[in-house]
């Protein structure tokens, strides 16, 4: 800058390289007082190991932190030095992000019932007595019960409003439970008895009236929840505060969240920064309107200690591959009558999409299917093009950033087209091993091999790890795991118990999917640098294991325990 300035002010020359040797004097005064300032009140921390993911230095045995919480020196003390002699017990790593998660709704889940794993009316029934023994006063019109996790798969049909009045103490109250993937809701007599006599069909939704009526999926639910008695802000801040102690706990220091409602946005930045909030959450907002540009509601808000950012936003082109619900290009290869619904036509995904874009948000796009996959990549090129005209595609979605969510089932066209875009995929490995037991069923051979899943052959696109939770559980070694083996984490297994694991010509190396937890979330949140990283200047967000990772058997990364979690310099968690 005083270059240029040099060059065009001509005659004023001395003038200008006074006022810069100035500048330039005052700046390395600030430079040594803050030196000294670091130098007072740096706090170093040595471990056995630590691993940093910076190309300069993979590994290092100490690092320093600043007041402000950030890394000011990364290095290997020799053995006989102070510093050496200081060191703790465990290996650090950096700390952890999840790419796709729902913080509030993790919250709340851990506030209601845990449905998971269910296998019978019976078990479910007995799961909502048992949360009612310790939650008395849920139930009632004001404070609905809820629950999540069940699947018509394992109870062997679609649940009905029948199936919970068939127990005493359950038939008066008003009970919503989630579907596991979260696109079906199951509520109680009551609460249909709130709905008008007769309920027409909604479009991109599903009321299941078969074998009974019950259950609402996709845009079907807003009806519902429309009903719904919203927690109030005091309730929210209690969901907050437990989701994020839980994530400490598993090594999570940071997560994309994958739909934030202008309200809880307005919470988010009330919150950020205050004691309890002990997470960097990067929350794509969502309008009240699902799929909407909604800019009155939408402020930017990109905090310098990284504990909130907002500049990004959800859309949704579909629905879930386990209820059908996902948007296909060819029928079902197990229901052949139908290939899923959009949620959003590709006209008007194109049209929401552009308008974001050209407000500077990022735009992300939740896709399962493969026919929501090819619009989301239309929409993407279209919005591009608009942005950035003359300027390559590629260039362009560099600075963009735009992100596809699951992006689980692609046309191999598609894929051609996100490689060479360079469109970032964001993926739950354990996903596909929950998925895997259906999948092929609802695919077919063909599609499965050439379409689903993908990991590997998406690695030049930054992957972006995830859970998805409270779909899954948020534990990240677990997701590691599920990308390294391709087998489920709670079993061990791949599909029908087998011992090998799924298409495993998809699978990451440790490397790749401890990359994919940390330094890809962060570019995604455009936090590349800064976060997922142990360098100076970086966040000083740290986990400490208790052997190195690459020593560690992967069946042990089932039931990892972490040792510590560290963020901005301060411990968020410590094991007993
Ligand atoms: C797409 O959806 C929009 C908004 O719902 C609607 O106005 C438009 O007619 C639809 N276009 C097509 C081709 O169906
Ligand atoms: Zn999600």
Sequence with gaps: MTWSRLTSFGGENSIWLFTSAVLVGLASFFDLRQGFVNLLYTETHCYQSVRTHSDAEPYANCFSVLPSGVFSRVFQAPPESPYARSTRPGFAIPGLWDGHGHLLQYGEFLNSVDLFGSESFQDINTRVNTYLDTHPDAGSKEEWVRGVGWDQMALG??????????????????????????????????????????????????????????????????????????PDSKKKQKFLKSAMSKLNEVGLVGMADAGVMPGNAALFKELAGTEDWTLRVYAMLECDDRNTFCPDSAEKHVRDDGLLSIAS???????????????????????PDTSGSLLVNATELTRVTIAWAEAGFQVNIHAIGDLANRNAVDAMTAALERVCPGESLTSCQSRRRFRIEHSQIIHPDDQTRIHSIGIIPSIQPTHATSDFAYAEKRLGPERTRTEAYRMRSLLDVN???????????????????????????????????????????????????????????????????????????AFADWVVIDEPLEETDIEDFRNFKVRETWIAGKRVYKRD
């Excluded at 919503?176 to 007769?198: A, F, G, K, N, T």
């Excluded at 936003?313 to 229901?335: E, N």
């Excluded at 087998?498 to 940390?518: C, I, K, M, N």
């Design 157 to 230: 049909r679609m649940p009905t409003a029948d199936d919970l009045a068939s127990d005493d103490r359950l038939r008066n109250l008003y009970i919503m439970l989630d579907r596991v993937d979260v696109h079906c809701i199951w509520v109680s007599q009551p609460i249909l008895d709130l709905l008008p006599e007769s309920i027409p069909d909604v479009p991109g939704g599903e009321i299941v009236r078969d074998p009974g009526m019950g259950v609402f999926c996709d845009n079907a639910m807003d009806m519902i929840m429309a009903l719904w008695p919203k």
């Design 313 to 335: 936003v959800k859309l949704f082109a579909d629905g879930a591959l386990g209820s059908w619900g996902s948007a296909m290009i060819d029928p079902y290869s197990d229901r």
């Design 463 to 537: 992957p972006i790890l995830g859970s998805d939770f409270p779909v899954e559980p948020p534990d990240p070694f677990q997701g590691i795991y599920a990308a390294v083996t391709r087998k489920n984490p709670h079993t061990g297994r791949g599909t029908d118990g087998s011992p090998d694991g799924w298409h495993t010509e998809e699978a990451l190396t440790l490397d790749q999917a401890l990359r994919g937890f940390s330094v890809a979330p962060a570019h995604g949140a455009f936090l590349g640098g800064k976060a997922g990283v142990i360098q100076k200047g």
